[in-house]
Nanobody, 120 residues
Framework: QVQLVESGGGLVQAGGSLRLSCVAS????????MAWYRQGPGRQRELIAV???????SYLDSVRGRFTISNDNARNTVYLQMSSVKPEDTAVYYC??????????????WGQGTQVTVSS
């Protein structure tokens, strides 16, 4: 069993910065990819940033240049540095990791979500 625990959410003013963290623990695993999603009020969950085990990065257009995803595989941790935040970034942010455990097929795990609220 693998658990993902997020931290770092909260209230921030527009133009400010915030850093989210997510650490995986539990059963033995290896990492295929790590990602951050978000779900704003009345909206569907959307993928905003991904980092693969090979170091490939990708971002949602609306956050590219403002958000940075990074990882520390030795600590099984992924970060999301949010800068120049906007009120439309208000959402519940979810960490997700695609992990190999006992199978050769990776399985996607999810964190519980952390609220980020951007005030104007």
């Amino acid at each position: 069993q693998v658990q993902l625990v997020e931290s770092g959410g909260g209230l921030v003013q527009a133009g400010g910065s915030l850093r989210l963290s997510c650490v995986a623990s539990g059963s033995s695993f290896s990492i295929d990819s790590m990602a951050w999603y978000r779900q704003g009020p009345g909206r569907q969950r959307e993928l905003i940033a991904v980092v693969t085990s090979g170091g490939r990065l990708s971002y949602l257009d609306s956050v590219r240049g403002r958000f940075t995803i990074s990882n520390d595989n030795a600590r099984n941790t992924v970060y999301l540095q949010m800068s120049s935040v906007k009120p439309e970034d208000t959402a519940v942010y979810y960490c997700s990791m695609s992990l190999y455990t006992s199978s050769s097929i990776p399985y996607r795990y999810w964190g519980q979500g952390t609220q980020v609220t951007v005030s104007s």
